[in-house]
């Protein structure tokens, strides 16, 4: 895996190790599933002017995220559910590319 | 928007939960209300490994159903923020009730650091507080002190 890493960094983003709670691993992979449909459904959501259904899936995934292990994950989703209660169009554009590449980019270690 | 949790049908739960709260007599029966679905079904697994049969609504009308018809849990865990009935309310309904729920403990979960949601909740009964995200040792520590059959059940 850390052959694979250090690979990764060139040309393409490197992957983000996350450590996770062993006995986590068979909820992972519908985890991951549903934040990248929430990230999906927050662009439309975004594209509408629906900040409500942005705060919304951004607040529950702020609680969900670092409790499985991914903070970032957590922290991202609270600076967006923040903009949303503002209404700060600019700030949620920003975040949401950055939160699908860091999902597409992690590569969880099990311990 | 968050209830239903997407694939996964409200009343999905109903007559299981039922069926097994009374197939398992040994095992303490936690209620769990809280509408994020992976968050659930985290506490539900960790808290199935500590001993507890866990009970899941997702929402607070489906919340309220069960405290009107189930016998008391030994906990229950209470989001704060929840489609249709507050966590706040649904925590005042069950110390106000006629029913032997009143003397349930109810812990709080919340996502947001508020002291006032805090302040709030701790006036009206709540027993504790968790605030998302948590870790799970932290989890299961603060809340191993209301299992009522463990030998550690007092620690803090």
Not at chain 1, 4 to 20: F, L, M, R
Not at chain 2, 52 to 71: D, K, Q
Not at chain 2, 133 to 142: G, I, N, T
């Amino acid at each position: 895996m850390a052959a694979n890493e250090t690979e990764q960094t060139t040309g393409t983003q490197p992957k983000e190790i996350v450590h996770v709670d062993e006995s986590f691993e068979p909820l992972i992979p519908k985890f991951m599933t549903n934040r990248k449909k929430e990230v999906a459904t927050m662009t439309e959501a975004l594209a509408a002017q629906d900040f409500e259904t942005v705060r919304k899936v951004s607040h529950g995934m702020k609680g969900a995220g670092g409790s499985y292990g991914f903070d970032l994950i957590s922290e991202i989703a609270a600076v967006i559910e923040q903009a949303a209660k503002t209404s700060d169009a600019s700030i949620i554009q920003e975040k949401l590319p950055f939160l699908a590449a860091y999902l597409e980019r992690i590569e969880v270690v099990y311990d | 928007m968050n209830n239903p949790a997407p694939g996964q049908p409200n009343d999905q739960n109903e007559p299981a939960s039922l069926a097994r709260l009374s197939n398992e007599p040994d095992r303490p029966t936690l209620l769990l209300v809280e509408d994020e679905q992976d968050t659930a079904d985290l506490v539900t697994m960790i808290m199935e490994a500590e001993g507890y049969h866990v009970i899941h609504a997702a929402n607070g009308r489906f919340a309220l159903g069960l405290i009107e018809s189930l016998p008391p849990p030994a906990l229950v865990l209470l989001d704060m923020l929840l489609p249709y009935i507050s966590g706040a309310a649904l925590l005042e309904h069950i110390r106000q009730t006629e029913l032997s729920w009143k003397d349930v403990p109810v812990i709080m979960l919340t996502a947001d650091n508020s002291a006032r949601d805090v302040r709030e909740c701790l006036a009206l009964g709540a027993r504790d507080y968790i605030l998302k995200p948590f870790k799970r040792d932290m989890l299961v520590s603060r809340l191993r002190r209301f299992r009522p059959d463990r030998a550690d059940s007092t620690m803090a």
